[in-house]
């Protein structure tokens, strides 16, 4: 759900600024916004963060030292920025050495980076560069020139090019040309926007000869090496220096933590609006309702403060979603279609239940969804992404259809079916997922129907594709298809009407609107451009209907192919006696989870995005940003 925020100020006078850094923005998760620039009123806060210079060194101190331990003694501001200095000075005193090793490796790194994407190229530089008589050059030209150059000097005898790398930006190519022609050929790739990259190596290695007899490849190996030599001895000779001039690698750790933390404390301060003459400080920012009043409960009883208060702003609030831990790993998917506007239902839970649903309908199987469901465990509480959650949920789905299919591995012999085999019931599979289908439609356009209300959108209630006049013509129509299949009874004047005047509604949807509000009228719009634009609205409107409807036929058709798929992989593995070829049974299912588990995730995730959201959801709220200070 999306949580209710509010939107709050803190005021107290200059003096006492750290005290609520302190004390409050490092408890509560306050997104605080920039206080307005009112010349004459308020003004803001500029002054500079005096720990900057501490914390560029700091920056350079925390790969050597590593993050500070868990437990350990505090350490006071002066002692932390102090330690860093010290540290810093001694390090400076014999960073020299490290110094020139930094320059050498970036060195080794950009020369690196000019021979990858010749690696291909098989021979040795030694015997290009010795060349007398040919003239080459080794470069990169944009992919369109490229093409230019294959259209018009391909069939060119006097130059021969061989293609090394490409990607969507550049083709990276080397060409030989006699040495009499080398200016002429020379001038024409500079017009096709050639760039030439020289592969001598300005680097002076322990061997110097290596450039000379080694191609490409082996030399990109060898330089690679040579940069893995460099690293590690960089590492020694920092943690050399930080033994001998800094003393305990813990305790600098700590001390660059504490300074880490003091920089940001202050650097929140920027958020805050001064009072003409600076003495008094306003914070303000959006917070949870309920830590608001938390918060005002606190600085009631606190006299350094002078109020807070609940203000008014014309922007939006920030999003927070709060969902239970088991529908939470389905806020990723949320998140990547839009986060809800404040005041819209958060989809996260609707998600969450027709996710699991659909992926379990189409993926039935037990052994498979045992192993999805193991998989998700082990990217969830191992790897700490989002997906393993979702994939073990939608794993102990597959298992539950596994059972109603009776299907353990694509053995469907072993196991009773609790409720259908998709591949001997295919209509009653397709005409289950298409009723399936018409109730998650019926229930967007529902809760449509409950944001239009949260929002006062009583025009779009009553009378849009997907309020009122779209329920009642979608529920006739599907009435009369039931009746027509089932009783084989045709039309009626009910239905008609039931049909034709909610349609009615639905493409004067607009002018009806802008009666009821008053709204002017648009002096532009002609009699025959609004006729064109509601066609083509009431078309597309009734496209989307039949179009969203059968969507979901693909539920039941993929339960049919991955049965009809396994059914491929028991026929392939069958052998002689009744025997079974282990290998190729185990590499079927592999084969089959894979492809079938990628397919069926991206195929539920679009009904959801394009035949369920699109009719309720918007999307495009701003997602909360915490300004909390983390404490040392």
Same mark, same amino acid.
């Given at each position: ?34 206080? %307005? ?6 003004? %803001? ?226 958020? !805050? ?44 609030? %920030?999003?927070? =979603? ?26 996260? %839970? ?92 019926? =229930? ?24 009122? !006049? ?163």
């Amino acid at each position: 759900m999306v949580e209710k925020m509010k939107y709050i100020s803190i005021t107290g006078h200059i003096s006492h600024m750290n005290h609520v850094v302190n004390r409050y923005l490092s408890r509560y998760d306050i997104q605080l916004e920039s206080a %307005p620039n009112l010349p004459g009123q308020l003004a %803001p806060f500029t002054t500079l963060n005096p720990y900057t210079a501490t914390m560029e060194k700091v920056d350079k101190f925390l790969p050597m030292v590593g993050s500070a331990p868990s437990i350990h003694f505090p350490i006071g501001s002066t002692a932390a920025v102090n330690l860093v200095e010290a540290a810093w000075a001694k390090l400076d005193k014999h960073g020299e050495e490290l110094q020139l090793l930094e320059d050498r490796l970036q060195a080794v790194r950009a020369y690196i980076n000019r021979l990858q994407p010749f690696e291909d190229f098989d021979a040795p530089l030694n015997l290009i560069e010795s060349m007398t008589l040919i003239h080459h050059r080794f470069g990169r030209m944009p992919i369109n020139h490229f093409r230019q150059y294959e259209t018009f000097l391909q069939d060119d005898e006097k130059i021969i090019l061989q293609v090394c790398k490409r990607n969507k930006e550049y083709v990276w190519v080397v060409y030989f040309t006699p040495r009499e022609h080398g200016d002429a050929v020379d001038v024409v790739f500079s017009s096709l926007h050639f760039e030439g990259i020289s592969l001598k190596n300005p680097v002076k290695a322990n061997d110097d000869t290596v450039s000379e007899r080694l191609d490409p490849k082996k030399l990109l190996q060898y330089w690679q090496g040579y940069q893995a030599a460099l690293e590690m001895e960089r590492e020694a000779i920092a943690q050399k220096n930080i033994e001998e001039t800094i003393g305990s690698k813990e305790r600098l750790s700590i001390a660059c933590t504490k300074v880490k933390s003091l920089y940001e404390s202050f650097d929140v301060k920027k958020h !805050a609006a001064l009072s003409k003459r600076k003495r008094i400080f306003t914070f303000i920012g959006w917070m949870a309702e309920k830590e608001a009043k938390s918060l005002e409960e606190e600085i009631a009883h606190d006299d350094l403060i002078l109020f807070t208060r609940y203000g008014e702003t014309n922007d939006a609030p %920030p999003i927070r =979603l709060k969902n239970p831990p088991i529908i939470r790993s389905f806020e990723f998917f949320t998140r990547l279609y839009g986060l809800p506007v404040y005041g819209e239902m958060d989809p996260t %839970p609707l998600l969450a239940v027709t996710y699991t649903l659909l992926f379990g309908l189409m993926f039935g199987d037990v052994g498979h969804g045992l192993v999805l469901g193991m998989l998700g465990l082990y990217i969830h509480l191992v790897m700490k992404k989002p997906l393993g959650g979702i994939l073990a949920i939608v794993g102990i789905s597959a298992m539950v259809f596994g059972f109603l299919y009776g299907s353990i591995f694509g053995f469907e012999d072993l196991l009773p079916a609790l409720w259908r085999r998709p591949m001997t019931d295919i209509t009653g599979t397709l005409l289950f997922a298409v009723g399936v289908g018409v109730g998650l439609i019926v =229930l967007s356009m529902c809760l449509h129907m409950y944001n239009a209300i949260r929002q006062g959108r009583i025009g779009d209630l009553l009378f849009g594709a997907n309020g009122v !006049a779209g329920v009642l013509f979608y529920s006739a129509v599907l009435w009369l298809a039931f009746r027509t299949l089932f009783w084989g009874q045709g039309f009626s004047p009910a239905i008609i009407g039931l049909i034709v005047i909610p349609l009615f509604f639905v493409a004067l949807k607009h002018p009806i609107i802008h009666f009821l509000e008053k709204r002017p009228k648009d002096k532009d719009a002609g009699l025959g451009m609004f006729l064109f634009n509601t066609i083509i609205e009431l078309f597309e409107t009734l496209l989307t209907y039949a179009t969203n409807t059968i969507s979901f036929v693909r539920v039941g058709a993929f339960a049919i192919s991955h049965a009809g798929m396994m059914h491929v992989v028991m026929q392939l593995s069958q052998g002689a006696a009744g025997s079974r070829n282990l290998l190729i049974l185990i590499l079927g299912n592999v084969l089959v989870m894979a492809i079938e588990g990628l397919l069926v995730g991206i195929q539920v995730l679009r009904l959801d995005f394009y035949e369920i959201f699109s009719r309720f959801y918007t999307g495009g709220g701003q997602d909360f940003a915490s300004s909390r200070v983390k404490r040392l």
